[in-house]
């Protein structure tokens, strides 16, 4: 589960592979702000139900940087499944080198970014891991896979909230969906605010990807909402990884903290 500011996403593993990312068999999204309890339920009898078990005990690994929608969840757990196993991830939990002062004060779902972002980069090359969701992130793994910090910003929605509620004329506008990149040239106001919000946040992940990898060669690696239409603009090695970080929290519940400090797999 990966618990966000906008979103829950959910995804069910049957298995995990030792090489490349896990794939996740069936997944989930509930908004944060109100939880549809009913519909996990529904999911899960559905989705989780084998032959030989229609009701199997599972594992729950919780990455979250919402502790009031995680707090809501887990109590739910814990009242109609109460014999499933459940984790709330930290730092310490996963297998990653975090070379920060306090690796417990960074939001979860960047490390856990990182730890896929290991299992997909060029073992001669660092990763750069962009989260365009609520906030967009811009982090760096290092060559020998070691998180090393980024930049974070608002998002092109939050962006969006931000013009509306500071400004008296201008309107609120959907960034939510973004299939295709906005001309860059708004003929009126609301053509122009896309084109800023779109086109001020690519160019923001553009540069911070220059300044990061100091003209390196680098694998770039893109999740969240407006992923699909930022990746197609940063160049051949960026890609569009979907399930990234339910990937990544299938790994870390996989393989635990334990290899950490030794070398795991990278593609």
Same mark, same amino acid.
């Given at each position: 589960?990966?618990?966000?500011? @906008? ?18 068999? @069936? ?10 309890? /009913? ?63 306090? +690796?417990?004060?960074? $939001?979860?779902?960047? !490390?856990?970014?990182?730890? *896929? ?15 365009? /969701? ?11 896979? @070691?998180?090393? $910090? /980024? %930049? ?20 609120? !506008? ?12 708004? &003929?009126? &106001?609301? %053509? ?19 300044? !990061? &990898?100091?003209?390196?060669? *680098?694998?770039?690696?893109? &999740?969240?909402?407006?992923? +699909?239409?930022? *990746?197609?603009?940063? /160049? +051949?090695? %960026?890609?569009?990884? +979907? ?12 393989? $635990? ?11």
């Amino acid at each position: 589960m990966d618990v966000g500011n @906008a979103r829950i996403k959910l995804g069910l593993f049957r298995s995990l592979c030792a090489v490349g990312l896990p794939e996740p068999a @069936a997944t989930l999204s509930l908004t944060d702000d109100s939880p549809q309890f /009913g519909q996990l339920a529904t999911w899960l009898d559905r989705s989780a139900a084998t032959p030989y078990s229609p009701r199997p005990t599972l594992v729950w690994s919780i990455a979250s940087v919402n502790r009031p929608a995680a707090s809501r969840l887990i109590d739910w757990l814990r009242e109609h499944r109460p014999d499933d196993r459940v984790t709330l991830l930290a730092a310490d939990d996963l297998p990653l080198d975090v070379r920060l002062e306090r +690796p417990d004060m960074v $939001g979860v779902d960047r !490390l856990i970014d990182a730890v *896929a972002a290991n299992r997909l980069r060029s073992a001669c090359r660092p990763a750069v891991v962009v989260d365009v /969701g609520s906030a967009i992130t811009v982090d760096l793994v290092s060559v020998d896979g @070691a998180f090393c $910090g /980024g %930049a974070i910003l608002p998002g092109i929605a939050m962006s969006a909230r931000a013009l509306y509620e500071f400004t008296d004329l201008l309107p609120l !506008l959907d960034m939510s969906e973004l299939a295709e990149p906005p001309p860059a040239l708004g &003929t009126h &106001t609301v %053509a122009a605010m896309r084109s800023g919000l779109f086109w001020g946040a690519v160019g923001a992940v553009r540069e911070l990807i220059a300044q !990061l &990898t100091a003209g390196a060669e *680098a694998d770039v690696f893109l &999740t969240g909402g407006a992923g +699909p239409a930022v *990746a197609q603009l940063l /160049g +051949p090695t %960026a890609r569009y990884i +979907p399930h990234l970080t339910l990937a990544g929290i299938a790994i870390a519940t996989e393989v $635990g903290p334990a290899c950490r400090a030794g070398p795991w797999p990278v593609g």
